[in-house]
């Protein structure tokens, strides 16, 4: 029997009769993989699991620890979802048009995880402002965020950069590592502990596979060549999929994303840039607009360099981005209860011949 511990489970609740307890480690589709005490099996959810889901995040992801109704002549039958310690969403804009989302749904990347590895090379395709906005993220997820910057092989200098990311996360760890040479990446050992989950974000070509076959020990994930146009490597990760490390710990490698929504990011906006929020009580108003009032904490910020005017920018954009998405969902939430409303009255008054058919 396999002992789920490994796999970072706890029992937080009695496991219900006929049912056995496992951890999402693959997800395409309506197929689930889920390792349990008996090994890896294939998944599915139930049909009841539809109706008492309420929203899209309800459903299981990579990294989930769920219910099973074990089957050993075909798809077992997923039946539960565990509360979660911690999951990563983003913003899903679905059907966006001319500038503007038709639908904003939370879209959980992965849960149950200790630490995020927010993952950027050091190429060309090193962003601060980008790092800032997974941060913001990986802030409200619950689980602790590293900046990991790689390719540090390509660079002749990576102090500038670490720097530059000190000045945006104060105080989060940043390692700058290299896959191939394996420079730094005795780093990632005070991480990479037995029963401790990381999940890998960031944009693709990036270093994810590399970093994570450069952890396993062998190549388990393929890297195509690095394009000469942009500097970028190429891989072919499509899916979540959760790994687990000779050392124990486990490794959850998600695609590349474009772009990151961010989604109900509130706290974390507020922790990524507590040192702005401070500044608003030094304002002699409690109502300053932050724009031509006098006494503002902000302005004298920016004029003295004690506030990077980017700073300020890039928090101003991520509060409008987050209000917009958080209006945007409630209204739509709100719109979608109206018209189930409206349905289940409509069928009940056909039911009572109210309304002919």
Not at 76 to 81: A, F, R
Not at 317 to 344: C, F, H, T
């Amino acid at each position: 029997m396999l002992d789920l511990k490994r796999y970072g489970y706890i029992a937080i609740e009695p496991t219900p009769d006929g049912q056995t307890p496992g951890r999402v480690t693959n997800h395409r589709g309506s197929q689930y993989i889920v390792i349990t005490e008996r090994g890896e099996v294939t998944a599915e959810l139930k049909g009841l699991f539809h109706h008492r889901a309420e929203a899209r995040e309800d459903f299981p992801c990579v990294g989930d620890f769920v219910f099973i109704h074990y089957n050993d002549s075909g798809p077992s039958l997923i039946t539960e979802l565990l509360p979660r310690r911690s999951k990563f969403s983003r913003a899903d804009l679905s059907g966006h048009g001319a500038g503007y989302a038709k639908v904003i749904l939370e879209q959980v990347v992965a849960a149950n995880f200790d630490y995020v590895f927010i993952v950027t090379s050091l190429n060309r395709d090193f962003k601060v402002s980008r790092i800032a906005r997974y941060l913001t993220q990986a802030l409200q997820s619950g689980g602790q965020p590293v900046v990991i910057l790689t390719k540090a092989d390509l660079v002749s200098d990576c102090d500038a950069s670490i720097s530059d990311v000190l000045k945006a996360a104060p105080s989060v760890p940043v390692h700058a590592v290299s896959a191939h040479t394996g420079f730094g990446m005795s780093a990632l050992d005070a991480y990479l502990k037995p029963e401790k989950t990381v999940v890998f974000l960031g944009m693709s070509g990036v270093g994810k596979s590399s970093l994570l076959n450069a952890l396993i020990g062998h190549e388990i994930t393929a890297v195509k060549a690095i394009r000469e146009d942009d500097d970028r490597g190429r891989h072919t990760t499509t899916h979540r999929e959760l790994f687990m490390l000779p050392m124990g710990a486990m490794v959850i490698d998600t695609p590349g994303m474009r772009e990151l929504g961010l989604y109900g990011a509130d706290e974390g906006i507020s922790a990524g840039f507590y040192d702005v929020e401070e500044l608003f009580a030094r304002c002699r108003f409690s109502d300053c607009g932050h724009q031509t009032e006098p006494g503002c904490a902000i302005a004298t910020a920016l004029d003295d360099g004690t506030l990077a005017r980017e700073r300020w920018e890039s928090y101003l954009a991520q509060k409008q981005e987050n209000r917009y998405v958080d209006d945007k969902a409630v209204y739509l939430s709100e719109k979608q209860a109206w018209a189930k409303n409206i349905a289940r009255s409509t069928r009940k008054m056909k039911k009572s011949g109210a309304i002919r058919r």
